[in-house]
Structures are given as structure tokens and as C-alpha cells.
């Protein structure tokens, strides 16, 4: 069994307090960004870690990965600090901007002072965890992954498989998305971006809000290190409906969903709630929604967990695992957020109220940008 032992994350809703203070309360620290489209500065809604620099500097980006690996590492769990073989331990980064520094090329094409603003260091996602290795003396295999939104929740089943064939007996997931003016402005012009809040299966739901998180998860298997949390299993597969989009039956989206319960031996009645993709796009959430119609006869409770921090693209894998983690440890999920009135379609609207627990299964969706699905199990023993 893979075993789920920790993890640590920065986001836009703070610390673990106040991640859970704005989860139970709805507060959602919504600011914003301006963004260079067509020659013409647009404002978007956006959530960010901190108002620090953010273009093109890997220091920063770095320095966030080393922040949460160290802050994990020194948490104290049940049975005390882990000793762990650092020899055996496997890094494995899920994000959806491979290199940060390839911005400016773009960047300096509609904004000349962007030039004197960069650092033009070409870095990508190896050097993040080459970065963690040196720091930290690390020895085990390193991969990173780059699917769009479920580039971490790849990570996730890559490093539980790893885990399981005892390659590897702890396994460190990163989920890294920082801001990139080329991504926001891509999303800007394909006119996928709300104007205001992520709304997600509403009815006047109208586009994403985009954010950034760094998020990491320890992971290992009940033999080396025990614990309520686990990762029952889990699919990634594609569909090929078109070069960005999924099919809009949903039957893309149900094919992971059937796969995962059939990896993790759980029967459809057995899911406490489903933790949605729920990007609050119109076609997204009409298709997530067909997805799971197919597969549930009884559709469990859902939300989406977007309207609190927005979406993370590649670092959502990791980070949604890890918000839900949080409340669950905490004895409730919280009520969907933004997600009234219902668009008319659906049959079942998002959990309406706070639901009281502290175990269960749980179906985590994660729909990715150019047609890569993935849908993950987890589950929590009770006492």
C-alpha cells in the first residue's frame, strides 16, 4: 500500500491556519494581474503566493522548492521526525512551464524593458530538483513531468509506482506553478479567463482565475512507513478529440474515472466525495460533469477547490490532494464555493453545505490542457 505521510505547500490562502480558516469560511484573497495583450494592458483576476519578483529569476523559483522540502522534512510526525535513507528517496516535479526563464524571448517582443528586467539564465525543470539533490544530499532517481494540469498528479502515480516495484522507499512530489506573463498572456488571447471569480459548474460561470502554488507530498509504503492516509491508485490516459480540447460527451474523462476505482479495487458506492477538476470554463465543466454522470449511478458529493486559490495548472495535483488532506484531518469538507445558480444541464449540484468527517474515499479529477486525464483514489482509515 502507498502510503500518504505529509506534505507542505505555499499558495495565496497562507499558511496551514489560515488555509483552513479561508476553507471553512469561504474567504476566498482574491488580487490581480495586468497582463500585455495585442498592445493593450488588461487586468485579470489572479492569486498569488507573495508580491515578490517573479520573471525569469530561477533564485525564486528554487528558493520556494527548498522552503517547503526543508519545512516538511522538519515536521514532526506520529512516531517523531522520519529518518529517512536519502539514497532511497525518489524526486518527482510536476509542473506546466517546463523553463521560466524561456519567457523573455516572447516577453521582450511586445515589452522592450522587459530586457533590462530579466536574468537570462536558461533553467528548467531538471535543474529545480538538481537543485534539491545538492542542497539536501538526495541520491535517488529524479523525473519530472509536463502535462498541463495533471503534470503533479502524474508525479503522483509515477512516484507510487516507483514506490510499489521498491525502487524507491520515500518519494518527495513536487507541484510547482509560479507566475508566467507567456502563460497568462496564451490563456488572455485564447479568451479563457474569468473577469471576475472562477465559478465553477454555474450556471453564469464565464472562464478560469489562474494561480500559483508550491506544493510537496511525501509519500512511501505501509511496509517502510504506516499511516491513515493512502493512495489507492489511480490512471493517466489521452484522448485525441482535438489538439486542446476534450470531448465534450465526457467520455474521456469517465474512461480515467472507471479506470482509477478499477486500480484502486473501490466499487463506485464506496467514494465519500469527489474532489472535481471544476476549472468553472464552460466546456470543461459540462464534460466533467457528463464524465461523472456515466460512472456514478448515485453521483457522491463534489466541489471544486479552484474558487479558494485558483487554478494551478501543473501544481494542482499535488497541492488540491493537499488542501484536501488538511480538512480532513480537520473533521470537514468544505461547502462548495461560487458555484450558484447550477447550470440547468446537471442533475446534482456541488456539496451545498460543510460536511462534518474525518475519513473516507476520495475521488481526485485532474483534466489537463491538450487532452492528458488523470483521476487519483485516496483514502483515510477511521480511528
Known sequence: MITILGGEMLCALGDKPQRLTALRTGISPLSSVKVNVGGKELIYPYYR?????????????TGYCKQIVSDLLQQNFTAGPLALDYSRVGLFLGLSAIDYSLAWPIEEAVDSS????????????????????????FSGPSLTYNTACTSSANALLGAASMLASKVIDYA??????????????????MQLLADSKARPFAEDRNGIVLGEAVSVCLLSRDDIA??????????????????????????GFARVMRGALAKSQVPPEAITLIKAHGTASELNDRAEMRGIEQVFTDIPP??????????????????????????????????????????????QAPLA????????????????????????VVSKAGS
Open 49 to 61: 503566493i507573495d508580491d515578490g519578483s517573479r520573471i525569469s529569476d530561477h533564485t525564486i523559483v
Open 114 to 137: 522587459f530586457v533590462s528586467r530579466c536574468r537570462r539564465e536558461r533553467v528548467g525543470g531538471g535543474y529545480y530538483l538538481a537543485s534539491l539533490r545538492q542542497t539536501f544530499g
Open 172 to 189: 518527495l512530489v513536487l507541484g510547482l506553478e509560479l507566475y508566467s506573463p507567456t502563460t497568462l498572456e496564451g490563456f488572455a488571447l
Open 226 to 251: 504506516p499511516s491513515k492516509w493512502s493512495l489507492a491508485g489511480g490512471v493517466s490516459a489521452c484522448e485525441t478529440w482535438s489538439v486542446t480540447g476534450t470531448d465534450p460527451s465526457g467520455s
Open 302 to 347: 463534489y466541489l471544486s477547490l479552484k474558487p479558494w486559490f485558483g487554478h494551478t495548472l501543473g501544481a494542482c495535483g499535488v497541492a488540491e490532494l493537499l488542501l484536501l488532506k488538511e480538512c480532513v484531518d480537520s473533521g470537514f469538507i468544505p461547502a462548495a464555493l461560487n458555484s450558484t445558480p447550477l447550470d440547468a444541464e446537471f442533475v
Open 353 to 376: 453545505e460543510k460536511m462534518v468527517i474525518d475519513n473516507g474515499c476520495f475521488m481526485l479529477n485532474y483534466f489537463g490542457f491538450g487532452g492528458n486525464n488523470s483521476s487519483l
